[in-house]
């Protein structure tokens, strides 16, 4: 009598929680209609108020499916996975200095044909203690696992590129299982030429945004002399970003990054169609 009397409860809920929002809800669902086919719906744990909803929006001819456990099951699931398909992946790692145009090749492997794994873009987060300028609020870590998981799960492949990253990305920590797998891949090292270092870097940071970018300058606080900082800030302000970020790379992030002695490669990235053409022909098989 107890549970009967539990889930009356949890009907009754779900039919007051549509028929109180069912023109809001019908309107956001069909916008969201115009950008994919098939919609999901789920609750906590896949209770009565996500049932109804999606029922009544089946009788509205929404293509919506109900996600089974709710998200909790979802999340159980993601968990359970991604460590599976980790150990049968092959990762070709793309390693190098800040600048060096990892995330471009990516992008241009992706055009080429390739299955590849952007980290940084789940995370929405560069990786470097600047990594956030311009990109806005940080994805969770719930929201990162949900993307890489969805990202490899829509490419099935043996054969993915990725680029070569720290344990933590940003707020975002790579779980012990897809840490692992980065470094027992195949590890090529980008090698690029200062000036498309900074091109590369001025493509991503500097977006009309001087003043986040000065302030961002505060989380250097404790590693570069007042100085220094003063002396960058002024230079953006007089938007001489090339300079800064030269300085910033040679005397502070290349003697951060660790050489790794373990590269099968190291591939001279002047030209990243030309680099990502061949990284393609010797790796992705």
Do not use: W
């Not at 889930?7 to 969201?32: D, H």
């Amino acid at each position: 009598m107890y549970v009967a009397g539990k889930i009356n409860e949890a009907k009754q809920r779900g039919i007051e929680a549509v028929s109180a929002r069912l023109p809001q809800i019908y309107g956001e669902i069909k916008k969201l209609q115009e950008k994919s086919d098939t919609l999901f719906g789920f609750c906590s744990r896949g209770g009565y108020r996500s049932k109804v909803i999606v029922e009544t929006l089946h009788a509205l001819d929404i293509n919506i499916a109900k996600i089974e456990g709710g998200y909790k099951g979802y999340r159980r699931h993601v968990n359970e996975q991604l460590p599976k398909i980790f150990s049968g992946l092959k990762l070709v790692v793309l390693h190098g200095k800040t600048g060096s145009g990892k995330t471009v090749l990516l992008q241009e492997l992706k055009s080429l044909g390739a299955n590849i794994i952007d980290l940084e873009k789940y995370a929405n987060h560069r990786g470097s203690l600047l990594g956030g300028i311009s990109l806005g609020e940080q994805n969770s870590q719930k929201q990162f696992e949900a993307l890489l998981y969805n990202e490899i799960y829509e490419h099935p492949g043996e054969t993915f590129f990725i680029e070569g990253e720290s344990k933590r990305i940003g707020k975002v920590l790579l779980p012990e299982p897809i840490f692992e797998a980065l470094r027992k891949g195949t590890k090529i090292y980008i090698d690029t030429p200062i000036d498309r270092r900074i091109n590369y870097i001025m493509n991503d940071y500097v977006h009309n945004n001087d003043e986040e970018l000065i302030s961002s300058l505060s989380l250097l606080n404790n590693l570069i002399s007042k100085e220094r900082l003063e002396g960058y800030r002024q230079m953006i302000r007089e938007q001489n970003y090339a300079d800064v970020i030269e300085d910033l790379m040679i005397r502070y992030y290349d003697s951060c990054y660790a050489l790794n002695h373990n590269y099968v490669e190291e591939v001279k990235n002047v030209d990243e169609k030309q680099t990502a053409k061949y990284l393609m022909e010797k790796y992705y098989h």
